[in-house]
């Protein structure tokens, strides 16, 4: 669907504020171009054509006529901004929702090379840039046809040589309008474009901050960001510079060359006896011409803000077409929480696997581990098992059922994940628990972080649950932020839980918190662990071991030491590592 089309349909959601707000404006035109009607009227049949004297009572019911059109103009004119306006926002506030509640919808994986600034700016800036679409664009261009229309058919009704003549301006003004939206289209893609670029960056340095500062990369920093600057300065430039020539230069030479037309044609015309044109229709055929030009350079004014909303229009309607999945609701009942992996193929990049024929399998209550070297697919298969991302071959099934039959939501309904960076909101301790689901009372927020250990590391904070917490808890320490998450995963029961190296990046102390709570939290759940620190999985129930995408190993601790393999060697190193570092 074409551009133009997506924007008239999310119009039409509010055709009435739009038609209502248009037909306002047809009425003050209308009644702002019978100005010079009644002024031609006045002079050709009370002052110029009076031949008993000036009758002054005719001349002041008609100026009556006239000061009351004005009024009526600046009226309608009044309600139909206000109107247009309504309209415009309304557009725009159910665009926003639309492209946010899409975003939802759509997989990770279109996140995985999409700039979290680049998103953003689809929902603010480029959103605001249509709204100047509906609000100015729109009432200028309507209010402009409606001008030029009524002049003209004025003009005919005043004498339909003359009227000819001004036809001229119609076919210049179409010429550049198709002329100037080549160039202006080719520089606001550039422009829109390097807006996000710039979005991307601004985000990407506020989340780094502290690596940029730690590493003194602020001057290259700068630097990128001014070279991306300069661009996109240069082709604003550009688009100056086409804008410069637009309207008053080219308004104003077509003005000059119907001038030229008229006084040639009128001065043909009084050397005509036959032909001779009255003050009056000459009055009014003057100040017509003069008005027909105010709408014309309007217009033209307006092309540098068409081109922009087209432009990102074009952007936002992009991300709206790309595929999603709706949001579902539908409630299962909850998991016995026997997980089988099988024959399982995945890729992030098409035939570059990074997991190879896993099969595995949890049963209900278990403990799964998952240990090996960065990069051996320890975090894909939790991927998988989220639905985050969908098997290339092979079939994962939850109590004998193929995950892909379900909806991600409904999956996802009775799982729990804690991450290794836990991510908070902006809000309190009690609604990053809860997420403000109804469902989880205050009481059961505190109970999951009591049962957590949550009390012993947070008691030291004034509000308690009502804590405030800032974006992602930065004021709060690393621990703290883990038990919360941990605690979030908890209040919401989950029979399968999965633990993203969940205990490594807190201290020992908070780490056996954590542990003490695993043991007795982790009864009737399935587990699922993903660590590096293999002191903290020796209870597991099983241990898969895994090497570029494929398991190698797998048993309980005990049994993987007893093979020697390379479970034992990742353990021995890390025992010996620890050594030396409490010897020392």
Not at 67 to 90: D, H, K, P, S
Not at 102 to 111: A, D, G, W
Not at 452 to 481: M, W
Request: hydrophobic content about 45%; charged content about 20%.
């Amino acid at each position: 669907m074409s551009t133009r089309k997506q924007l008239w349909q999310y119009a039409m959601h509010y055709k009435k504020l739009l038609f209502t707000g248009i037909g306002l404006l047809a009425i003050a035109v209308a009644a702002d171009l019978a100005g010079p009607l009644i002024a031609k009227k006045i002079i050709d049949d009370h002052i110029a054509g009076a031949t008993g004297g000036i009758d002054f009572g005719p001349i002041a019911w008609l100026l009556g006529i006239f000061f009351a059109t004005t009024i009526v103009a600046a009226i309608f004119r009044y309600g139909e901004y206000l109107t247009l306006q309504n309209a415009a926002n309304r557009i725009i506030q159910k665009m926003r929702n639309d492209v946010y509640g899409h975003i939802q919808t759509l997989p990770i994986r279109y996140f995985d090379n999409l700039p979290a600034g680049k998103v953003v700016a689809r929902i603010t800036n480029d959103t605001e840039a249509i709204r100047e679409l509906y609000v100015t664009v729109l009432s200028q261009f309507a209010s402009g046809i409606m001008y030029i229309t009524g002049i003209y058919i004025a003009l005919f009704f005043l004498d339909w040589k003359m009227a000819s003549l001004a036809l001229i301006v119609v076919p210049l003004l179409i010429v550049w309008m198709k002329f100037y939206r080549v160039y202006a289209s080719k520089y606001n893609h550039i422009i829109r474009e390097k807006v996000s670029e710039m979005n991307a960056m601004i985000n990407e340095s506020i989340q780094g901050m502290t690596i940029i500062q730690a590493f003194r990369r602020e001057k290259q920093m700068q630097a990128e960001f001014e070279e991306m600057n300069e661009e996109h300065y240069s082709y604003q430039n550009k688009l100056l510079y086409l804008d410069a020539g637009t309207s008053h230069n080219l308004v104003g030479a077509i003005r000059s060359m119907t001038f030229v037309l008229f006084i040639w044609y009128f001065g043909g015309a009084s050397l005509n006896a036959t032909s001779a044109i009255s003050v009056g229709v000459l009055y009014a055929f003057v100040d017509y011409i003069t008005r027909l030009f105010n709408p014309v350079t309007g217009m033209v004014n307006q092309l540098a803000k068409l081109e922009q909303a087209l432009v990102a229009s074009e952007r936002v309607f992009r991300l709206l077409s790309r595929q999603g999945e709706p949001v579902n609701d539908e409630k299962v009942a909850r998991y016995e929480g026997n997980v089988r992996f099988e024959d399982v193929w995945f890729a992030y990049n098409e035939e570059e696997y990074v997991l190879k024929n896993i099969s595995f399998e949890a049963k209900k209550g278990e403990t799964v581990a998952l240990v090996g070297h960065t990069g051996s697919g320890k975090s894909s298969i939790m991927n998988l098992l989220f639905r985050f991302y969908d098997v290339s071959k092979g079939a994962i099934t939850i109590d004998g059922q193929n995950i892909q039959e379900l909806s991600r939501q409904t999956v996802r309904d009775h799982m729990g994940i804690v991450l290794q960076d836990p991510y908070l909101f902006t809000g309190t301790i009690a609604t990053n628990v809860s997420l403000e689901d109804p469902r989880i009372s205050r009481e059961r927020v505190q109970a999951a972080l009591d049962a957590v250990g949550g009390d012993r590391v947070l008691k030291n904070l004034p509000g308690g649950i009502d804590e405030p917490v800032i974006e992602k808890g930065s004021t709060l320490s690393s621990g703290q932020r883990q038990l919360i998450s941990f605690a979030r995963a908890l209040a919401f029961d989950p029979a399968i839980l999965i633990l993203d190296e969940a205990t490594s990046n807190i201290d020992t102390e908070t780490e056996e918190i954590i542990q003490h709570a695993m043991d007795v939290l982790k009864k009737g759940r399935t587990t699922f662990i993903i660590a590096h620190r293999l002191s903290t999985i020796k209870n597991a129930d099983k241990i898969l071991v895994l090497d570029r995408g494929e398991i190698v190993e797998q048993g309980s601790h005990d049994e993987l030491i007893a093979l020697g393999g390379k479970y034992e060697h990742m353990y021995q190193l890390q025992s010996g590592s620890n050594f030396s570092i409490t010897a020392s």
